[in-house]
């Protein structure tokens, strides 16, 4: 069965893309769940409208999110911590920390997108990245001082 995708499916094709499938395969998850259209002369015509209509979507919000990224690029936060023994942190500072930070500065940032592969548990100077949008990825500056 020929169907036109409506969303990029992995192992498959992206938006827009005609491509042939086993039947069952179209009828029983493609169709139902919206990624698919079976591949008509009107279904046709339908998806290059809403690829039009896609693209200029996606490109709003990419701009919308570089004009966030110029604002997140000049921020730094400077965090004040108990410290021990050879100047380990007590705690650690987390996504959350860093989102009530920047919720402080009237930044508002899902403490999901905030791109901190572990706690920070020492002093000094961190970059962490910010992720507002999959090809925009601002970094901001993190110090950690002691308290």
């Known amino acids: 069965m020929e169907i036109i995708l409506r969303a990029d ?3 498959l094709g992206k938006v827009g893309d005609v491509v042939k499938v086993k039947d069952g395969y179209a009828r029983n998850y493609l169709l139902p769940k919206g ?5 008509t002369e009107g279904n046709k015509k339908k998806i290059a409208y809403e690829g039009e209509r896609l693209v200029k979507q996606q490109a709003a919000e990419k701009s919308a999110a570089e004009g966030e990224a110029t604002r997140l690029a000049d921020v730094h936060l400077t965090f004040e911590a108990k410290v021990g023994e050879e100047n380990k942190l007590y705690g650690s500072i987390t996504a959350s920390d860093i989102q009530r930070k920047l919720e402080e500065l009237g930044i508002h940032v899902d403490k ?3 791109d901190l592969a572990e706690p920070i548990r020492e002093l000094g100077d961190f970059h962490v990245g910010i992720k507002i949008h999959p090809e925009v990825r601002p970094e901001v500056r993190v110090t950690v001082v002691k308290e």
């Open 9 to 11: 499916v992995q192992h």
């Open 35 to 39: 990624l698919a259209y079976p591949a």
């Open 112 to 114: 999901r997108k905030i």
